[in-house]
């Protein structure tokens, strides 16, 4: 079985999430017998067709135009459309029928609920990450239920291995509240959490590449504010230092807009940290009970999660329950199974 991993072309200037998805996903793919490769854009038609199977992540219009290509010359595809959604299905259905009505008259115009629905339509299987998006998919976008298949994202097992020490001696903290994620855009609410450190008095620690905007410039603002908050612009995400940041600290506190389910706090997590998220977006799937859940409309439920996450003391049930269901291994066999399944299907 060969099968080829596709994604939107800004994905390795991104260094988000699907990035690090789909760099594991591959390497533990291969390491299971089964043969991986990026999809290169330069080879031809032919080459491509040596491929049993093409996994698409994401649904943009990047995304669109592979998929329709692909189903135009006969290839099959799998998509994991990394869709998630605050409005609710009958919006997302109305959505879609406003674009089909639009598209009688005006061909061309898409919108983003249009787009992964075609995305869908065409796939062999859909492959959410929670079962929210699932649902999402299913009721909103009029997916077939029997053509969706929920398979986790996973994390490396390296995180657990990470050596406090590290970051300690570099940094001088330990014990401190974390986040980790891109600072500036909207959806991670880093601002709100920023708003809400300030009245915590306990160390904390954001590490993230800072997008020019107009938000991450209120952060930065906020942020300078607070002398218990250190800002560090930005670490690989296979540094000993990040390993050793989760490692460090005490609680990871990701109070996003919602999160599907939030890689960085997995891999907190994994590292023995008490994490606290949102709960939008299919994040209990993987936390469970093992969490503290925030609202992330609310700074004073935001700083009211922390300051309970940092009372309690640190126990192994979230790493236990990480390292049994969603390292990645587990996650590659579940994902070689589904590919099997497709094309065992007449």
């Not at 998509?79 to 959604?85: A, D, E, L, S, Y």
């Not at 859909?126 to 299913?138: A, K």
């Not at 560090?232 to 296979?238: V, Y």
């Not at 994040?283 to 009372?311: M, V």
Request: aromatic letters at 10%.
């Amino acid at each position: 079985m060969k099968i080829a991993l596709a994604s939107y072309q800004s994905l390795m200037l991104i260094h988000g999430g699907p990035h690090v998805v789909i760099t594991e996903l591959k390497e533990h793919i291969n390491r299971q017998g089964v043969e991986a490769d990026y999809f290169d854009m330069w080879k031809t038609e032919d080459d491509l067709r040596r491929y049993d199977l093409v996994h698409l992540f994401g649904c943009n219009m990047e995304i669109h135009s592979l998929a329709r290509n692909f189903r135009e010359r006969g290839l099959k595809y799998v998509v994991n459309p990394i869709f998630f959604t605050r409005h609710s299905a009958p919006y997302i259905r109305f959505g879609c029928f406003l674009q089909k009505q639009l598209n009688r008259f005006y061909a061309g115009i898409y919108t983003d609920y249009g787009l992964v629905r075609r995305i869908c339509q065409g796939a062999e299987m859909v492959q959410p990450n929670t079962d929210d998006e699932g649902r999402l998919i299913e009721k909103g976008l009029k997916i077939p239920g029997e053509k969706i298949r929920v398979i986790h994202n996973g994390v490396s097992e390296s995180f657990e291995r990470g050596d406090p020490g590290v970051f300690v001696e570099r940094y001088g903290i330990r014990n401190f509240i974390l986040n980790v994620g891109h600072i500036g855009p909207p959806r991670k609410n880093t601002l709100a959490l920023v708003r809400a450190l300030s009245a915590v008095s306990h160390p904390a620690v954001i590490i993230g590449r800072v997008t020019p905007d107009v938000e991450s410039e209120a952060i930065l603002r906020e942020s300078a504010k607070n002398k218990n908050l250190l800002i560090i612009q930005g670490l690989n995400h296979h540094s000993p230092v990040l390993a050793s940041a989760y490692a460090a600290c005490d609680v990871f506190a990701m109070p996003s807009l919602y999160e599907t389910p939030g890689l960085a706090a997995l891999e907190a997590g994994l590292a023995g940290a008490k994490v606290v998220i949102t709960p939008h977006g299919g994040t209990k799937d993987y936390f469970a009970d093992y969490a503290h859940y925030a609202d992330p409309y609310s700074l004073s439920d935001i700083r009211r999660a922390i300051t309970t996450a940092l009372e309690k003391p640190k126990d192994d049930r979230l790493k236990n329950h990480i390292r049994e269901h969603f390292i990645w291994p587990v996650i590659a066999r579940n994902m070689i199974r589904m590919y099997r399944d497709v094309l065992e299907k007449k």
